[in-house]
Nanobody, 124 residues
């Protein structure tokens, strides 16, 4: 059974940092691209960042480029999202998702497996 478990969310002041983790089990992790998406109340799901399965190519939304960094540790079956210079508009539930042999797409439809999400709240 495939599981993706996010952790690391919480409450932080604007300008602060958080590091989210996405731990995977039940799949050959190195064969999957992993993406982070977020959804705020009343808003649509939004792409944040992704990392491809093979060469680890990264892809970022314009709104987070330069502030967020995605990385992966295949030995630990984990992908990280380092979030710096957080803004109140970053407040959302953050989800990780896995896409077999994926290139790190920004389109959520490519991703077969999803985690339950972790809440990030940035206060002003």
């Amino acid at each position: 059974q495939v599981q993706l478990v996010e952790s690391g969310g919480g409450l932080v002041q604007a300008g602060g940092s958080l590091r989210l983790s996405c731990a995977a089990s039940g799949l050959t992790f190195s064969s999957y691209a992993v993406g982070w998406f977020r959804q705020a109340p009343g808003k649509e799901r939004e792409f944040v960042a992704a990392i491809s399965w093979s060469i680890g190519r990264t892809n970022y939304a314009d709104s987070v480029r330069g502030r967020f960094t995605i990385s992966r540790d295949n030995a630990k079956n984990t992908v990280y999202l380092q979030m710096n210079s957080l803004k109140p508009e970053d407040t959302a539930t953050y989800y990780c998702a896995a896409d077999e042999k994926g290139a790190g797409s920004s389109w959520f439809g490519w991703y077969e497996y999803w985690g339950q999400g972790t809440q990030v709240t940035v206060s002003s």
